[in-house]
């Protein structure tokens, strides 16, 4: 079981980034997902969730009405999309899988997550 998460980089606030994670060794579409995420000297938070069906998703504030959760299953793969990133945006962002049965609905709780990728460092100059 591995996930691998990419697309990462230094960009200048206002700029946009397209974070992906792919999976190996299971089947992404029948678990909920997530983004974390975790800058320095601070706590890893969640930043957004997709449910199994993919209709509900969750943000945090601080990214809500900048950032998309996406998957597609067939590729096995999720996605986040940032757009107008800021410096405070500035951490590793890693992806997540709860390995549960549906619930119709994610969370964006660390403790429901059990497998997690690599993380991927995105940093926004300002």
């Known amino acids: 079981v591995q996930l691998q998460a990419s697309g990462g980089g230094l960009v200048q606030a206002g700029g946009s980034l397209r974070l992906s994670c792919a999976a190996s060794g299971f089947t992404l579409g029948y678990y909920a997902l997530a983004w974390f995420r975790q800058a320095p000297g601070k706590e890893r938070e969640g930043v957004s969730c997709i449910s199994v069906s993919g209709v509900r998703t969750y943000y945090s504030d601080s990214v809500k009405g900048r950032f998309t959760i996406s998957r597609d299953n067939a590729k096995n793969t999720m996605y986040l999309q940032m757009n107008s990133l800021k410096p405070e945006d500035t951490a590793v962002y890693y992806c997540?899988?709860?390995?549960?049965?549906?619930?119709?609905?994610?969370?964006?709780?660390?403790?429901?997550?059990?497998?997690w990728g690599q993380g991927t460092l995105v940093t926004v100059s300002s």
């Open positions: 997540a899988v709860a390995i549960q049965p549906d619930s119709g609905i994610c969370y964006l709780s660390l403790a429901d997550y059990d497998y």
